[in-house]
Each structure stands twice: as C-alpha cells, then as structure tokens.
C-alpha cells in the first residue's frame, strides 16, 4: 500500500542542523589534525580563494535551473511549493550542504589525492 508524502515528513531546526555540524566536524577532525601535524595547506586538497566567487556563483545558478528543470519535468505548481516553504527547508539546506562538503573533503579532496600520490 502507497503512503503518503505527509508520513516520511522530516523537520529540520537549529540545534539538529548545530548537533550535525558538530558531528561532521569531529568525522573531519583527524583529517584536519593530520593537514596541521604535516604543514599541508588548503590548496593542497582543493581548497582555494582562487575563482571562489565565480564558483559559488555558477553553483548557485545550476542549482537553481536544476531545482526549476525538476519541478517543470516533475509537473508540480511552482506556487504550492513556495508557499509551502517554510524555515524547516533553509536548515535542511544548511545540513546537507554541511555534510556534502565533508563528504567531499574527506574523499575528493583528501583519500583520493593520497591514494593516487
């Protein structure tokens, strides 16, 4: 038997969104300790001040044509969604953009430079 969307609701707050970081931010710690403990700078998994702004610009823009392209292919009324918004859906973007850039550090930006050098 289908379910309805309204069962697998999930909320977001601050101090979920607080504990998480907290916890991603120990999940990082060794990696951070080993940059410190071997003089290793940030550039050296990826991270620079070069082009950041044009980067997060142009990642805010494709993430905006690609939530419009799915909400048009998906057929869903643009105005139900946004009046359906409320502060529960920033701290979700806040967390998954937390844990997408742990994520991405930990494995992009560090074991997969080291496994290959």
């Known amino acids: 038997m289908y379910k309805g969307t309204d069962e697998y609701n999930v ?3 601050f101090s979920i969104v607080l504990s998480n970081i907290i916890l991603y931010l120990v999940i990082i710690s060794p ?6 403990f071997l003089k290793q700078s940030w550039t050296s998994t990826g991270i620079s001040k070069r082009n950041l702004k044009k980067s997060v610009i142009v990642g805010i823009i494709a993430g905006i044509i690609y939530i419009i392209l799915s909400l048009i292919y998906m057929d869903i009324n643009i105005i139900i ?3 359906r918004l409320n502060i529960s859906y920033f701290w979700g973007l806040v967390y998954f953009s937390t844990v997408g850039f742990c994520e991405e550090f930990i494995f992009r930006g560090y074991f997969i430079l080291y496994m290959i050098g």
Request: proline content about 0%.
């Open 11 to 13: 909320t977001y707050n």
């Open 81 to 83: 969604v946004i009046a």
């Open 31 to 36: 990696v951070l300790l080993t940059k410190k």
